[in-house]
């Protein structure tokens, strides 16, 4: 087989069920699918996002188990979320990877520009629109994901110290990504004042792990609880029981220096990768472009998150990183 078929169309099995979300349509927001809930008590705005793609499940699991079970903050403010609803509602396992979005990436329409810009319309842009009054007021955000291709869980921090910093407190996953987003349009971690330095609101973006593989579910549950734990709005017995992972004994942290983008749907990788492979030479072929080498660009590089099961002209493929700390746990 071909590494393009390899990676287009390989399925994972699907191990995990996908809740029915349909009792938390009405919200208390005004908005579907969101709830906010204000302890009354001084303290931070916190949202925890699931469904961003409609196929990435774990988080939809983790909110909804966390709506069933009454969670409210002790200070502050919690909005429980899912996103985007309409792709979840298309899901087929026939055909897995077609749900991550109806029109255009959930992902990739978050730049004020773009959502003041009315003459533009999708499905996405839509929910983006309504869900984005209640973000506007969030001081911290956990967006939760999974991956196309069963790779080890990882932290995406952003480009900022801010988010770096955050993202090591937290301390799981063990890999934190540093990096600038997609040529393709703006992520929800890094809108507005959550991708400013000068501005003190935050965001993280978790990868929990392959998409309906179970331990992405216990990455998802470990990293909520964590998350609402630093910052404050819970305590650790308002949690469900067993939440809560041994953390790793170290971090990564790896700056993204560019994306690899396709120019076309010829485009193939050298090797089975599933992301976090390191190559110890600078010049190395992990791939071909239209025919041309795609090479590692200096020593040490590591892929993040490759896949070509979302490939066209545009899309980023892979991620080149450097590592640039390693943060031993006492």
């Known amino acids: ?8 169309n390989h399925a994972y099995p699907i191990e995990i069920e996908f809740p029915d979300i349909s009792a938390h349509a009405e919200g208390n927001t005004g908005i579907a699918y969101v709830h906010t809930f204000d302890s009354g008590t001084p303290g931070p705005h916190v949202m925890i996002n699931a469904l961003t793609h409609g196929n990435e499940v774990c988080g939809a699991i983790v909110v909804d188990a966390l709506l069933r ?5 002790r200070r502050g403010k919690l909005t429980l979320s899912f996103a985007n609803v309409d792709a979840y509602a298309r899901f087929d396992p026939e055909h897995p990877d077609a749900a991550r979005f109806v029109d255009q990436d959930f992902n990739r329409v978050w730049t004020a520009s773009v959502l003041d810009d009315l003459s533009r319309t999708s499905s996405e842009l839509e929910r983006a629109r309504q869900m984005r009054p209640v973000i506007d007021t969030v001081d911290a955000l956990l967006d939760l994901h999974s991956m196309h291709e069963k790779s080890a869980p990882l932290i995406v921090a952003g480009p900022l110290d ?3 910093a955050l993202a090591v407190q937290l301390g799981t996953p063990a890999t934190v990504i540093c990096d600038e987003g997609h040529p393709e349009g703006r992520r929800m971690r ?5 991708g400013r330095d000068t501005s003190p609101k935050n965001a993280l973006l978790i990868e929990c792990g392959q998409h309906w593989e179970k331990s992405a579910v216990t990455v998802a549950r470990d990293t909520t609880a964590r998350f609402l734990l630093l910052a ?4 650790e017995n308002d949690l469900p029981d067993g939440w809560l992972a041994p953390l790793p004994s170290s971090l990564h942290v790896v ?3 560019e ?4 120019k076309s749907m010829d485009f193939r990788f050298a090797g089975p990768y599933s992301g976090l492979e390191i190559f110890d030479k600078a010049g190395t072929v992990i791939g071909w472009s239209d025919g041309q080498p795609v090479v590692t660009p200096y020593d040490d590089c590591m892929l993040v998150m490759p896949s070509l ?3 066209r002209p545009g899309v980023t493929v892979v991620r080149l990183g450097k590592i640039e700390q390693r943060i031993e746990r006492a």
């Open 69 to 73: 079970a009454g969670l409210r903050p």
């Open 309 to 311: 099961r979302q490939l």
């Open 255 to 257: 700056r993204v220096t």
């Open 1 to 8: 087989m071909s590494n393009e078929a390899n990676h287009a």
């Open 232 to 235: 404050g709005v819970v305590d």
């Open 259 to 262: 994306p690899v983008v396709a």
């Open 162 to 164: 801010k988010g770096i």
């Open 190 to 194: 890094d809108y507005e004042d959550f």
